[in-house]
Antibody, heavy 118, light 106 residues
Framework: EVQLVESGGGLVQPGGSLRLSCAASGITVSSNLMTWVRQAPGKGLEWVSLIYSDGYTYYTDSVKGRFTISRHDSRNTLYLQMNSLRPEDTAVYYC????????????WGQGTLVTVSS | EVVLTQSPATLSLSPGEGATLSCRASQSVDNYLAWYQQKPGQAPRLLIYDASKRATGVPARFSGSGSGTDFTLTIRSLEPEDFAVYHCQQRGNWPFTFGPGTKVDI
């Protein structure tokens, strides 16, 4: 069974940092297109970043220079390092993988809540 | 950035009725359009990808159509578990974008 489990969310002050983790089982993170998507409270879904199997990365404009997506192959884990956090980064962060549906994300974690507030 | 517009914002229906949801893109995304279902407190679930392909395990009552800028998700005969928010998403251009969602409620 394919499973993605996020961790690392919590309350952080503006300007602070957090690192989110997404531990995978049943799939190999390094062999699949993986992504982070966020959802602010009561709002829609927003793409944050993705990483291809060859290591190529993309970021949405609002997080460029502040967030970094990476993976640890031996731990089979995806990460999102978030620096210089702002209140508008407050959201549930989901990791997802494109496993069996072309390059569309068909496997999602349960999400981890990040709250940026003083 | 490709802007996706979904209509209607809310669709009030009863179990057994059919539902037709629309998603329009601000520019062509070829057939790189997906539909997700999301229930409160849950992660999105992929229903349809590449405009018309059903994801693994998705019931046949869900179908997708369209290409270019106009897409439709059809739910034939709503089941109680189908009442949720439906998001469209394009991967034709980066940044990938989502629509604002259509809520299907009773």
């Amino acid at each position: 069974e394919v499973q993605l489990v996020e961790s690392g969310g919590g309350l952080v002050q503006p300007g602070g940092s957090l690192r989110l983790s997404c531990a995978a089982s049943g799939i190999t993170v390094s062999s699949n297109l993986m992504t982070w998507v966020r959802q602010a409270p009561g709002k829609g879904l927003e793409w944050v970043s993705l990483i291809y199997s060859d290591g190529y990365t993309y970021y949405t404009d609002s997080v460029k220079g502040r967030f970094t997506i990476s993976r640890h192959d031996s731990r089979n884990t995806l990460y999102l390092q978030m620096n210089s956090l702002r209140p508008e980064d407050t959201a549930v962060y989901y990791c997802a993988g494109a496993i069996n549906s072309g390059w569309t994300f068909d496997c999602w974690g349960q999400g981890t809540l990040v709250t940026v507030s003083s | 950035e490709v802007v996706l517009t979904q209509s209607p914002a809310t669709l009030s229906l009863s179990p057994g009725e059919g539902a037709t949801l629309s998603c329009r893109a601000s520019q062509s995304v070829d057939n790189y359009l997906a539909w997700y279902q999301q229930k409160p407190g849950q992660a999105p679930r992929l229903l349809i990808y590449d405009a018309s392909k059903r994801a693994t395990g998705v019931p046949a009552r869900f179908s997708g159509s369209g290409s270019g800028t106009d897409f439709t998700l059809t739910i034939r005969s709503l089941e109680p578990e189908d009442f949720a928010v439906y998001h469209c998403q394009q991967r034709g251009n980066w940044p990938f974008t989502f629509g604002p969602g259509t809520k299907v409620d009773i």
